[in-house]
């Protein structure tokens, strides 16, 4: 039902002088935040909204909540797929990838011991407190549920997901994955399960988990959709971690998102993304509705270099 179009984009400019409103997951809050400010310097007089929150959100806040944005950011294509294709929009670029790590900082305890082998034993124990997102809000929240079913089956330890949910209470998960630093910077929590980026850019350590369990190895796609997680209104099932970006059909600033998404996929997007621990899918992939789609929802030919 659908193509994959790889191609690579050029910085493109503008003297536009507007407004820009992005709705963005929580894991992309720094590169966002430095890709609106040089940006900014090329559109000079625009102003840019940036908003931060777990993936699903982000997408509902347009699909459910009715409101407008110019641009979503999300941190697994298949929020986009499910909440917004179609309706909302027709298209998407996949841009940038991750991987799931533990992070924690030098106030948790049995730092010194943990390891990529050790990890499960050690979150389960009485006096460890470790925390992860809300799944059904947020994409890093899902897939750490999903890192603990390809655990047990990595380990063959049985019944190991349903043991690190049991400890992992309600009181340590949050809406969204940045939510969660405070806390374990603080020392409220002693881990976190986190994208490598996150753990990166915020100077925390952090456990490296197999490529079987992180989520992160295309070529391991076979293994990953092994493991599924029921959602409120859904199911989603595991897959590499690829981030994805669209605009809207009703974006009321649809000329400066084009410029905004050519942006983020060119050179100095690329750069930027490298910079923060998410390497950039190069060339990107745009991923279009079939031929029944409206008009309105094709890909903006000013991204397929027309």
């Not at 659908?2 to 507007?18: A, D």
């Not at 992860?132 to 897939?143: K, T």
């Not at 990953?224 to 997680?229: F, W």
Request: net charge neutral.
């Amino acid at each position: 039902m659908k193509y994959f179009i790889c191609f690579f984009l050029l910085l493109g400019c503008s003297n536009e002088r507007g407004k820009l409103i992005i709705f963005h997951a929580g894991s992309l809050a720094k590169p966002i935040k430095e890709m609106a400010d040089e940006f900014a310097k090329l559109h000079p007089g625009i102003e840019i909204q940036r908003e931060a929150s777990g993936s699903r959100m982000a997408a509902q806040k347009v699909s459910e909540l009715n409101r407008q944005a110019d641009i979503i950011a999300v941190s697994d294509f298949l929020v986009i797929e499910e909440l917004l294709m179609l309706k909302y929009t027709g298209w998407y670029a996949k841009f940038a990838i991750n991987r799931m790590v533990i992070a924690f900082t030098d106030k948790s305890k049995y730092k010194d011991e943990i390891t990529s082998n050790n990890w499960y034993k050690i979150l389960t124990r009485p006096e460890v407190n470790y925390g992860r997102s809300d799944h059904n809000l947020d994409p890093c929240g899902y897939r750490t549920l999903m890192v603990w079913q390809l655990a047990e089956l990595y380990y063959g330890e049985k019944n190991l997901s349903k043991l690190l949910d049991t400890h992992c209470p309600q009181k340590n998960i949050r809406p969204a994955e940045i939510e969660l630093l405070p806390l374990i910077e603080t020392g409220v929590l002693d881990y976190a399960f986190l994208y490598l980026s996150i753990a990166k850019q915020h100077g925390l350590k952090y456990v490296e988990l197999p490529r079987e369990i992180d989520l992160s190895d295309p070529t391991l796609d076979s293994l990953y959709t092994k493991v599924s997680v029921k959602l409120k209104n859904s199911t989603v099932h595991g897959e590499p971690i690829v981030y994805a970006i669209t605009i809207p059909n009703n974006a009321p600033h649809s000329k400066l998102a084009v410029e905004f998404v050519k942006f983020v996929l060119g050179a100095k997007g690329q750069e930027i993304m490298k910079n923060n621990g998410q390497p950039s899918i190069v060339p990107a992939a745009i991923i279009e509705c079939e031929h029944t789609c409206n008009e309105i929802s094709k890909v903006p030919s000013e991204l397929m270099g027309q």
